[in-house]
C-alpha cells in the first residue's frame, strides 16, 4: 500500500488526509484548527468510523502534526502502523511564483523560494511553510513534496497572464497573473476526458470551481490558457467573502474618502466583501439560498451578481477558446447547487448551453452530465479530489522525481 499523508496548512489550521495512492482512497482525514488558541479542537475521521471531535492543547503546527500521527497509530482502526509507513507528505502550497511548473521535492532552496514568495501570498504561503517545517520534523524518513495550486497555469500564454503595466515593474515585482486552485481544474478536466467524448486533443473545456473560494479555468487541449484569479486569490469571480474584480480607483476611493488604511482596505476586500457584503447577512450560498426564498432581496441580489459573474466568464472564455465543448461545474457549489449552476446557465443556448432540469436537478454531489441531449455543449458535474492530485503528484516525486501535473 503506497501511502501519502496530504497537508493543506493553515496559519491557525493543520487538514490532513492520508491517502492510499494504489486503490484512489481516502483512508483517514481531519484536521487540528485554532492552534496556538488556550484550547484547541481536533477532528478525526478514518474510513467507516464515527468521526472523533476532541479538545485538545496544540501549542504550534509541531504539536498538531505529532498530535495527528498519534491518532493514525494509535487508534483502535489504525491504517498505520508506524511513521515509517508514510512513504510521502504532499504539501498544498498555494504560491509558486513564475519558478515551479510541477510539484517539486522539498529541500533548503525549495523552502527558500516558498519564503521568497510570501509577498505574494501573505495569508497562505507562511502557513503552508509551516505545515512543511512541522512534517519534516515529525516525519524526517518520508519524501516532502510541495504542489503549488499555480503550478497547472504556467501554461498560459503571456498575452493571458501579462498585466498592463510597466514592464521594469513588472519585472522587478513579479506582477503578473498566476491563477489558483490547479489540482482541482486539473483533476476535473482529466476526468471529464476519461468520462465523456471530449479527448483532450483539440478540446476547449471550461471548469468552474465554485466554492466560498471561485475560480474559472480556460483549458485548450488540457492545458491551462486563461483563469479568473490574477496575482492573489482575490480577482476574478464573487467569492464567499472575497469580492472578485474590482475597479482598483475603488482602493483610493476607500482611503480618501472613508480615511481607511490600507490594510484596513485589504482585509475588506478579502474578508467582508463578496456575497457576505453584497447580502450583509452570510458568505455561504445555501443560506443565502434558504433566505432568498424566504423572500430577502438582499440575499437574492447576492446569488444574481454571483451568477451574472460567473455566466459572464463563460462568454469571456468561449470567446478564448473560440467555442467550448465542455462545460465543468465542481467544489461546494459547483456540486451541490442545481438552482445557482441553472441561473448561471440561463440564457447561454444561443451559445450552445442547454440544461437537462431532471439531470441537473438530481445532481448533487455525483459525479453526472447535465446537459440537454441537443445540448451543442457537454455540462457536467464532476466532484473534485485536490488531496488525490496531491498524493500521486507527491507519490511521483518520491518514486521517480517527476510530478504528474
Known sequence: MSLVLVINSG?????????????????????????????????????????????????????????????????????????????????????????????????????????????????????????????????????QVAVFDTAFHQTMPANAYSYALPERLRRRHRIRRYGFHGPSHYFVSRRLYEISNISNEHSRVISCHLGN???????????????????????????????????????????????????????????????????????????????????????????????????AYIGQYMAVLNGCDGIIFTAGIGEHSPEVRAQICAGLENLGVRLDDARNRDAVGVEAKISAGDSGVEVWVIPTNEELVIALDALGVATAGEGLI
Open 213 to 311: 473560494g471561485a475560480s474559472m479555468c480556460a483549458i485548450r487541449n488540457g492545458e491551462s490558457v486563461d483563469t479568473s484569479m490574477g496575482l492573489t486569490p482575490l480577482s476574478g469571480l464573487v467569492m464567499g467573502t472575497r469580492c472578485g474584480d474590482v475597479d482598483a480607483s475603488v482602493v483610493f476611493e476607500l482611503v480618501e474618502k472613508d480615511e481607511l488604511a490600507l490594510s484596513e482596505v485589504h482585509t475588506l476586500l478579502n474578508r467582508h466583501s463578496g456575497l457576505l457584503g453584497l447580502s450583509g447577512y452570510a458568505s455561504d450560498m445555501r443560506d443565502l439560498l434558504k433566505e432568498s426564498a424566504a423572500g430577502d432581496a438582499r440575499c437574492r441580489h447576492a446569488i444574481d451578481v454571483f451568477c451574472y459573474r460567473a455566466r
Open 11 to 143: 496559519s491557525s489550521s493543520l487538514r490532513f488526509a492520508l491517502i492510499d495512492c494504489e486503490s484512489g482512497r481516502r483512508t483517514a482525514r481531519g484536521y487540528v484548527e485554532r492552534i496556538g488558541a488556550v484550547s484547541s479542537i481536533a477532528t478525526y475521521e478514518i474510513d467507516g468510523e464515527p468521526r472523533e471531535r476532541l479538545s485538545v492543547k496544540a501549542k504550534d503546527h509541531g504539536a498538531a502534526m505529532e498530535m495527528v500521527l498519534e491518532f493514525l497509530i494509535g487508534h483502535h482502526a489504525a491504517v498505520v502502523t508506524s511513521v515509517n509507513d508514510v512513504k510521502a507528505v504532499g504539501h498544498r502550497v498555494v504560491h509558486g511564483g513564475e519558478r515551479f511548473s510541477e510539484a517539486v521535492r522539498v529541500d533548503e532552496e525549495v523552502v527558500d523560494a516558498i519564503a521568497d514568495a510570501f509577498d505574494l501570498a501573505p495569508l497562505h504561503n507562511p502557513a503552508n511553510l509551516k505545515g512543511i517545517e512541522a512534517a519534516r520534523k515529525a516525519l524526517p524518513n518520508a519524501v
